[in-house]
């Protein structure tokens, strides 16, 4: 594909939406692309230089007028400046609400100016099975999505849900999330683990930015089950609204000393080198990325059989999965793992083998077709 110059527009933070956006970009830049990423803060992911990428901050005062600061209408604007000055081709932008209505309104604006600029909108989840679903929220989501150039979700589960609830009158493309293999990979890090696991105990991991719907408590009470069968830590990566339930939970159930909070983390890949099991609890789930990047370090996962999370955590292969809130049962069959070395190591061989399937190599690719395809159409 010839050089694009393409913009992208995504939330900066912790989430996985944001994530897969930021390392799109820098795989697309790798290729060749002009990226300019559009958003109010510097993407998490983001943290070095890389050649080809641009970041144009979305900044925005609160009015006396406005009770809540108008991002949207700033992000439109911010949008319309960015293309306009640095001529780009197309925008891809992850999430309905408020980037396709933000990305659409900007394409009208521009048109008004005889400049047509296409953009894709990719579906990560909440956006459909949470704002989506809300009546105050449902027809904007659902003229945006529908007035997107292309439409692509992240998992088979997902569209289906968006499928289930708009009205969508054109094609969904399912374009999975990717794990970098040159960042994300077994490392050997026995120093490390030794700091962390003193007496050779196995280490549990959950990574998430402790939202509700992550069921961090579920994670807690799994791990006080396991640890009364084998000796564990868990570390207990991110942070948000739920993190200080979760640390009382440790102090109620006596288990604090074996349980770490370490808060939001940049390098997750060099956590994941020193354990031995991933839980991830989630009622909902789109995806999994935390699940594949953990798969990808041979991490087998214990996780809830919702959303996107059967299409990568094979059960009985690379991990289990149980109904949500069952932490019982994830329980169970974490000790199943855990108290066979030889089993451990071929549950760790088998999730590997499943997160190649999921290389940024081989799913870049296919945005690069859909962006070709949007622009040929549109000539």
């Known amino acids: 594909m010839k050089k694009q110059k393409i913009g992208i527009v995504c939330y ?4 996985g939406s944001g994530v897969v956006a930021t390392e799109l970009g820098i795989a697309l830049a790798a290729r060749n692309h002009e990226v300019h990423f559009i958003t109010y803060k510097q993407p998490f992911r983001l943290e070095a230089f890389h050649p080809n990428v641009s970041y144009h901050e979305v900044s925005f005062e609160n009015y006396a007028l406005f009770e809540n600061p108008p991002y949207e209408t700033a992000l439109a604007s911010r949008i319309v400046d960015v293309v306009l000055h640095e001529k780009l081709d197309i925008l891809h932008v992850h999430y309905a609400i408020p980037h396709a209505s933000a990305a659409y309104m900007a394409q009208q604006i521009l048109l008004a100016q005889n400049i047509f600029i296409p953009f894709i909108t990719t579906l990560h989840g909440t956006d459909i099975t949470l704002v989506g679903k809300d009546k105050s929220f449902l027809p904007v989501v659902q003229f945006s999505i529908n007035n997107s150039n ?3 979700t ?6 289906k849900d968006t499928i289930s609830f708009f009205d ?3 094609e969904i493309v399912v374009v999975p999330n990717f794990v970098d293999f040159k960042r994300f990979s077994k490392k050997n890090k026995p120093h490390f683990k030794q700091l962390v696991a003193q007496n050779d105990e196995k280490i549990l991991i959950h990574i998430s930015n402790f939202r509700k719907v992550k069921r961090v408590e579920d994670v807690v009470r799994m791990f006080e089950i396991v640890n009364k069968t084998i000796p564990s830590k868990l570390l207990m990566v991110g942070d948000g609204p739920e993190r200080q339930k979760c640390e009382s939970l440790t102090r109620e159930l006596e288990i604090c000393d074996q349980v770490k909070f370490l808060g939001k983390q940049e390098a997750v890949e060099d956590l994941l080198a ?3 099991l991933m839980v991830l609890p989630s009622e909902t789930e789109s995806f999994g ?3 594949l990047e953990a798969m990808a370090c041979q991490v087998p996962v214990i996780s809830s059989n919702t959303g996107g999370l059967p299409e990568i955590n094979i059960n009985g292969q690379t991990g289990f999965l149980s109904d949500v809130g069952n932490y019982e049962d994830m329980a169970k069959n974490a000790i199943f793992i855990l108290s066979d070395s030889a089993r451990l190591e071929q549950f760790k061989t088998n999730a ?3 997160a190649q399937e999921f290389t940024i190599d081989f799913v870049v690719p296919q945005y690069e077709k859909i962006y070709r395809e949007v622009l040929e159409s549109n000539v």
């Not at 900066?12 to 989430?15: A, D, E, K």
């Not at 992240?154 to 569209?159: G, P, W």
């Open 154 to 159: 992240v998992s088979e589960s997902l569209k």
């Open 168 to 170: 969508i009158n054109k």
């Open 289 to 291: 990325l935390a699940a």
């Open 274 to 276: 020193i354990a031995d």
């Open 150 to 152: 292309a439409i692509t």
């Open 352 to 354: 590997l083998l499943k």
């Open 12 to 15: 900066p933070t912790y989430g």
